[in-house]
């Protein structure tokens, strides 16, 4: 029988490949399309129901362009309890952001930076933010 521990491995691990194949654009069918397999197949793997092999792991490495490593950043093992948690696990929102801001330019990321800096700052009641112009083109 599997251990909590190996199925909050295999849930991690799914929710990174969701990750990352969401950040490139990458549809389900595509990778399995890729990877030669049923899309259901990724499906299981993404919701941590179907363990990942080691070859395969490597393959949707291979596939979706990124160290096999990535789906291991963030996990911390508790050693008493032998389970396993992310330090730095992203909503589906989060990931689109992500997407988004890595296909802008230089000049727009640093546009949107500013901006949630300053949204992320706790405002006096009755500060008003005024918009800084930006000069030129932010393309």
């Known amino acids: 029988m599997e251990s909590q521990g190996m199925s909050s491995l295999d849930s991690y691990i799914g929710r990174r490949i969701r990750q990352s194949r969401w950040v490139r654009g990458i549809t389900q069918a595509e990778l399995a399309r890729r990877l030669s397999v049923d899309a259901d197949q990724i499906v299981a793997y993404e919701k941590g129901t179907a363990h990942v092999p080691a070859a ?29 948690g992310s330090r730095d696990d992203l909503s589906a929102r989060e990931a689109q952001i992500l997407s988004d801001f890595k296909r802008m330019s230089d000049r727009q990321q640093d546009a949107i930076l500013s901006m949630a800096q300053t949204f992320a700052r706790r405002m006096p009641e009755g500060v008003k933010v005024v918009p800084v112009k930006a000069r030129g083109n932010l393309n």
């Open 56 to 84: 395969r792991l490597f393959e949707i490495s291979e596939a979706l362009d990124v160290p096999i490593a990535k789906f291991f950043e963030g996990i911390s093992v508790t050693p008493e309890s032998g389970q396993t």
